[in-house]
């Protein structure tokens, strides 16, 4: 790890921060994957370990044209080659499948022996003790997009994968009972996983028993709450995924927030049941979920502006809760008085020690920055920064994180320090995704009292809990700070 020294001083008495070399850039590790997997954008992905290397992505596959020509077997290389040409091909196929509901129906030609080593479940179906001799089969609940994709890799080692068609692959996977294609099928949905898709994700992991899925899922919904209520996604949920949200304790949210995502599922759901969406019909469809918002968590103002005029409650419910607000002897409630306990806060300080000159630590407009990784997903909810050394002072500060010069989330706020060495909080409007084995880089401005409190015996690596953290200068720190000193001296993150 490159150390991080002072390189120049002002042409006055006056002394500059820390200054930092350039940032050198990290390689991923290289890795091999048991097939060709494609995907229709950009994702990480990381291949089980233990397999076989495969054919470079650029070592296209023949298609079914190839079988038109004369002794086209000669000139197929591998088992592999000579089954992709039967792929989706009626040469020597012994079993058709009609897919699909109308008006979407596709039918497709295979071939028993392939499907069978691909698959117990085809193997059942041909060579089992109940076998049919039917070479015609209807299949009605598979989309045909989905069912081609799961004969190109039962064919050629091939997934190819989109957001359109993930679910529907899963589904005939598990359907078919072939695992790496159903584990492929859930990589991708993890490593397209946001608090914009999190709720949705989550409810077809519990369709398809996915138990990693779903607490992916959970560490996105809990530590964003905030952002997953909010998405489209959250009205598209079904009635147990909704009351299994609802009862999460971890939930890193107002119960106002809440409250109102369970309103616009509601609106939503009244169509889906034919039904117009009165107040009267989203009590209705709501049901006992409503009991699960905790309203006492509310503000009064909170609860006056909208469950309260919302039209949901009734009188007595209404009234009961007025005057748990307000009267010294509350009423008994349906819903439940406790607090969400929310997330642990996490923070992890990468500093032995702080200190503070009479010259040092300036600002002037100034950028602080400093690049790190984690080894699993983590949620940044903030940065910890140095105060003045002089006394109680108040700063404003412009916070950002990036990865590759993108910014992820910023805020531009204030904070007071009271004079001493201590940290002080200064947080982000949501916590941020932070993926295992990449750089991002954790940036702060600040404008203030011209002295503070600065670090020093900074750690190239930290231990925190269950997450290792490693920091690299950033180039874009222009204030001095970088691994062994400087500002930013703590990460605030959700786990």
Same mark, same amino acid.
């Given at each position: 790890?490159?150390?991080?020294?002072?390189?120049?001083?002002?042409?006055?008495?006056? =002394?500059?921060?820390?200054?930092?070399?350039?940032?050198?850039? @990290?390689?991923?590790?290289?890795?091999?994957?048991?097939?060709?997997?494609?995907? &229709?954008?950009?994702?990480?992905?990381?291949?089980?370990? $233990?397999? +076989?290397?495969?054919?470079?992505?650029?070592?296209?596959?023949?298609?079914?044209? %190839?079988?038109?020509?004369? *002794?086209?077997?000669?000139?197929?290389?591998?088992?592999?080659?000579?089954?992709?040409?039967?792929? /989706? $091909?009626?040469?020597?196929?012994?079993?058709?499948?009609?897919?699909?509901?109308?008006?979407?129906?596709?039918?497709?030609?295979?071939?028993?022996?392939?499907?069978?080593?691909?698959?117990?479940?085809?193997?059942?179906?041909?060579?089992?003790?109940?076998?049919?001799?039917? *070479?015609?089969?209807?299949?009605?609940?598979?989309?045909?997009?989905?069912?081609? *994709?799961?004969?190109?890799?039962?064919?050629?080692?091939?997934?190819?994968?989109?957001?359109?068609? %993930?679910?529907?692959?899963?589904?005939?996977?598990?359907?078919?009972?072939?695992?790496?294609?159903?584990?492929?099928?859930?990589?991708?949905?993890? !490593?397209?996983?946001?608090?914009? /898709?999190?709720?949705?994700?989550?409810?077809?992991?519990?369709?398809?028993? =996915?138990?990693?899925?779903?607490?992916?899922?959970?560490?996105?919904?809990?530590?964003?709450?905030?952002?997953?209520?909010?998405?489209?996604?959250?009205?598209?949920?079904?009635?147990? @995924?909704?009351?299994?949200?609802?009862?999460? =304790?971890?939930? #890193?949210?107002?119960?106002?927030?809440?409250? #109102?995502?369970?309103?616009?599922?509601?609106? !939503?759901?009244?169509?889906?049941?034919?039904?117009?969406?009165?107040?009267?019909?989203?009590?209705?469809?709501?049901?006992?979920?409503?009991?699960?918002?905790?309203?006492?968590?509310? !503000?009064?103002?909170?609860?006056?502006?909208?469950?309260?005029?919302?039209?949901?409650?009734?009188?007595?419910?209404?009234?009961?809760?007025?005057?748990?607000?307000?009267?010294?002897?509350?009423?008994?409630?349906?819903?439940?008085?406790?607090?969400?306990?929310?997330?642990?806060?996490?923070?992890?300080?990468?500093?032995?020690?702080?200190?503070?000159?009479?010259?040092?630590? +300036?600002?002037?407009?100034?950028?602080?920055?400093?690049?790190?990784?984690?080894?699993?997903?983590?949620?940044?909810?903030?940065?910890?920064?140095?105060?003045? &050394?002089?006394?109680?002072?108040?700063?404003?500060?412009?916070?950002?994180?990036?990865? *590759?010069?993108?910014?992820?989330?910023?805020?531009?706020?204030?904070?007071?320090?009271?004079?001493?060495? #201590?940290?002080?909080?200064?947080?982000?409007?949501?916590?941020?995704?932070?993926?295992?084995?990449?750089?991002? @880089?954790?940036?702060?401005?600040?404008?203030?009292?011209?002295?503070?409190?600065?670090?020093?015996?900074?750690?190239?690596?930290?231990?925190?809990?269950?997450?290792?953290?490693?920091?690299?200068?950033?180039?874009?720190?222009? $204030?001095?700070?970088?691994?062994?000193?400087?500002?930013?001296?703590?990460?605030?993150?959700?786990?």
């Amino acid at each position: 790890m490159k150390s991080c020294i002072a390189a120049s001083r002002l042409k006055d008495d006056e =002394e500059v921060n820390q200054e930092v070399p350039q940032n050198y850039v @990290t390689q991923p590790p290289s890795s091999h994957s048991v097939c060709h997997v494609e995907y &229709s954008a950009p994702i990480s992905w990381q291949p089980m370990s $233990n397999t +076989r290397r495969s054919p470079p992505p650029s070592q296209s596959l023949p298609s079914s044209k %190839v079988s038109e020509e004369h *002794n086209w077997q000669a000139m197929q290389v591998s088992v592999r080659e000579r089954n992709a040409v039967m792929f /989706n $091909n009626p040469l020597m196929a012994d079993v058709q499948f009609i897919v699909g509901i109308p008006p979407n129906v596709k039918t497709f030609p295979a071939h028993k022996y392939v499907l069978a080593t691909g698959s117990s479940v085809f193997f059942a179906m041909f060579y089992g003790g109940l076998a049919s001799e039917v *070479n015609k089969i209807e299949i009605p609940d598979v989309e045909p997009v989905a069912f081609l *994709n799961m004969l190109r890799y039962l064919y050629c080692d091939e997934i190819k994968l989109g957001a359109d068609t %993930v679910l529907p692959t899963l589904y005939a996977a598990k359907k078919y009972i072939i695992p790496h294609l159903a584990k492929t099928c859930v990589r991708y949905l993890e !490593t397209s996983l946001s608090a914009r /898709n999190a709720c949705v994700l989550l409810s077809q992991g519990r369709l398809f028993e =996915e138990v990693e899925l779903m607490q992916r899922c959970w560490e996105v919904i809990d530590a964003q709450a905030e952002e997953a209520f909010k998405s489209d996604g959250f009205t598209d949920i079904d009635y147990k @995924t909704l009351e299994t949200i609802l009862r999460r =304790e971890t939930l #890193n949210s107002r119960e106002i927030t809440i409250f #109102n995502a369970l309103l616009r599922w509601a609106e !939503t759901e009244c169509p889906r049941q034919d039904l117009e969406p009165t107040p009267e019909n989203k009590r209705s469809v709501i049901s006992d979920c409503l009991f699960l918002i905790r309203m006492s968590s509310m !503000t009064l103002e909170e609860f006056a502006d909208g469950p309260a005029q919302s039209g949901i409650l009734t009188l007595n419910e209404t009234t009961d809760l007025f005057l748990y607000f307000t009267a010294q002897n509350k009423p008994e409630l349906k819903f439940s008085n406790t607090t969400r306990k929310g997330l642990a806060q996490y923070r992890v300080h990468r500093f032995q020690s702080s200190a503070y000159r009479s010259n040092q630590w +300036r600002y002037r407009g100034r950028c602080d920055s400093i690049q790190f990784s984690v080894d699993k997903r983590i949620f940044i909810a903030g940065l910890g920064l140095y105060g003045s &050394s002089n006394g109680a002072s108040e700063y404003t500060v412009r916070i950002e994180l990036k990865k *590759n010069g993108m910014i992820l989330g910023q805020n531009l706020t204030k904070f007071k320090s009271d004079g001493s060495s #201590n940290t002080f909080p200064v947080m982000f409007d949501t916590p941020i995704q932070v993926e295992a084995d990449m750089f991002y @880089t954790a940036s702060a401005v600040l404008d203030g009292s011209e002295l503070s409190y600065f670090g020093q015996e900074g750690m190239a690596e930290i231990q925190c809990g269950k997450v290792t953290f490693q920091f690299q200068c950033s180039s874009d720190s222009t $204030n001095g700070t970088g691994v062994q000193g400087g500002q930013i001296p703590e990460l605030i993150y959700y786990c």
